[in-house]
């Protein structure tokens, strides 16, 4: 019997070397890396990862397959005490979702299959990407949208229009109750169990804001389909601090650790739209986010590895006090993201945005230091991202 090893951001049943697999010829290798569990990180964030995975493993097993779920040193120690303990006939994984794990991969000679978790594949990137004179996002998103036949009337968009993004820079209503608190679910045993099993950590104790499972993640789709989406347009840019999360989906997490895929997510934002339940300019300014935005940063972080230590404006100071919790600020903007980080792990990306990357441009930090704080904060965080 063969394993098929999956990652932690790969929890989907229906993605590359699991989907076809069956239980009676293949077993699921999942590792709880010691090495990723940095204390320096968001325990929201390490809740997330570790509940997902143990969920995960919960619903492999139910449909039959063996799963080896283990905590080890590192990823590739994790590997070999599988491969001492089982002995399989090969070990085969998804195309992982990082430069490093696809290295690790490599050398530890595991068999890696293509990845259908993006909708745009970084070969198919290269292509579209291949002999152009610049690589404008706009250009990429109509590329998508003709392919992909989102928002799409014969060969026109839908609307008339590709973009409506002016239609989407209102300032927040005067009445911010509208936007309502996000769903929570509320911690098992399960949940308790990881917390336990997690070393000392930033930011404030989970409290079942964010989903664990997919059954969850589909929850949190279908209530932003119901009371977010056909908001979310017109205050899509707005910031305000009467309430954090405004008419934000909050789906990245799951999109990024494989609990949503980005297709379910845009046909049901479409399905909405052509029923005439949400405004054009919502349903078109939420789709870009995901096949535009997303997959753009996606392709770009394979297209140009270099990107990783580049410092072209050859910043070198560090991150200031404010942002390591050394000093407090009195810019209000600034002192509210942050709060907003410890809080919840997660702002929305104005905040992100125009706050902390417009800051972190003016002060002059280092590049590298701003994304290793980041990477550290963000419920959603991946290298790719980063």
Same mark, same amino acid.
């Given at each position: ?29 999942? =590792? /709880? ?24 493993? =919960? ?158 993640? &589909? ?10 989406? =056909? ?14 999360? &405004? ?22 934002? /479409? ?6 339940? =949400? ?62 980080? /410890? ?9 992100? &945005? ?33």
């Amino acid at each position: 019997m063969r394993t098929i090893w999956a990652f932690g951001d790969q929890l989907d049943r229906r993605v590359g070397a699991l989907a076809q697999a069956h239980p009676d010829e293949a077993r699921v290798l999942l =590792v /709880e890396s010691e090495a990723l569990l940095s204390s320096t990180r968001h325990v929201q964030r390490l809740h997330l990862v570790v509940a997902s995975m143990r969920r995960f493993a =919960v619903e492999l097993r139910r449909e039959g397959f063996e799963v080896d779920l283990r905590r080890s040193t590192s990823l590739s120690a994790g590997l070999r005490a599988h491969v001492s303990e089982y002995r399989p006939a090969g070990v085969i994984a998804t195309e992982p979702n990082s430069r490093s794990a696809r290295e690790l991969c490599d050398s530890l000679a595991v068999e890696q299959v293509r990845s259908d978790q993006f909708l745009c594949h970084p070969d198919d990137f290269a292509g579209w990407a291949s002999g152009r004179s610049r690589l404008r996002l706009e250009d990429f998103y109509r590329w998508q949208r003709s392919r992909l036949g989102y928002l799409m009337d014969g060969e026109s968009p839908a609307g008339g229009r590709w973009n409506y993004d002016q239609d989407n820079r209102e300032p927040p209503p005067d009445d911010p109750s509208i936007f309502g608190e996000p769903l929570r679910s509320p911690l098992d045993e399960l949940d308790e169990a990881v917390l336990a099993s997690l070393p000392a950590a930033r930011g404030d104790r989970p409290i079942g804001l964010w989903a664990t499972s997919r059954r969850e993640a &589909l929850h949190r789709l279908d209530h932003f389909l119901d009371h977010g989406l =056909v908001r979310f347009g017109r205050y899509e840019d707005a910031m305000t601090r009467r309430s954090w999360n &405004l008419a934000h989906s909050m789906l990245s997490p799951y999109l990024n650790l494989g609990l949503l895929r980005p297709g379910e997510v845009c046909d049901a934002v /479409e399905a909405r739209y052509r029923a005439g339940e =949400v405004p054009i300019n919502s349903a078109e300014g939420f789709i870009r986010q995901v096949i535009g935005w997303r997959e753009y940063v996606w392709g770009l972080y394979w297209l140009w590895p270099e990107l990783e230590d580049a410092n072209a404006l050859e910043h070198e100071r560090p991150l200031p006090p404010a942002f390591t919790g050394e000093a407090e600020t009195g810019m209000r903007c600034l002192a509210d993201t942050l709060e907003g980080l /410890e809080r919840h792990a997660w702002v929305h990306h104005i905040p992100r &945005l125009m706050v902390l990357s417009n800051l972190a441009n003016l002060y002059g930090i280092e590049p590298r230091r701003l994304r290793a704080w980041m990477s550290d904060r963000y419920i959603d965080a991946a290298d790719w991202v980063m």
